[in-house]
């Protein structure tokens, strides 16, 4: 039981205590999380050293910490790592994309990737020990009735972004993948008509030879307006 229960309007709230942190101790906590945050990259190269599920899971309890729309987390995260399934997904996508790669895809947009060196090909799909594949709930159902959920692209959208920060605090490499179109996902994961496929996220160690393409960020001062 949670101590020190006030109700408001007959509805439970507890206190909110912060952490005691000095402004020098934060200062260098700052630092800190900003050098780790520059070393995380979309990684397309993966080895097959197992993962432990464990870890996962706890990167996927953080994720569910995310603010969401009246607090509805509408998402579901299917973790496979099962490698028929995986094999599937890989053989799904890679039809997709190639449809993409040579017939969806403007020009423009074939030259704004060039960089990154990507094409139809998803092995990764198959040597990730793990796919979280995120699903977003447009509504929920409790019994038979229809529950709204609010602002779902949002919320679905936070929990991955504290998905992919999580896992790389933890030292795993992640991969954001959207074959497009993914409806191929409900079937192969058997999810309810509630449920869309959202994204794709292989997770894993990157394989001891994996490149990354040698990407700028933009600076902050071209990000950051003050007021
Ligand atoms: N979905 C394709 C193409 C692709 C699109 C964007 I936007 C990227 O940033 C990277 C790739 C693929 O995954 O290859």
Known sequence: MTEDVTL???????????RPISPDEMSRLAEELLKTFRTRRSVREFSREPVDRAVIMNCLEAASTAPSGANKQPY???????PHLKKQIREAAEKEEYESYTKRMSDEWLDDIRPLQTDWHKPFLETAPYLIVVFKKAFDFTGKAKKNNYYVTESVGLACGFLLAALHQVGLAALTHTPSPMNFLSSILQRPENERPFLLIPVGYAAPDALVPDIKRKE??????EY
């Open 8 to 18: 408001l309007n007959g509805f439970p709230f507890i206190p909110y205590r912060m």
């Open 220 to 225: 902050i001062r071209d990000l950051v307006v």
């Open 76 to 82: 579901t995260f299917c973790l496979v790592s099962d």
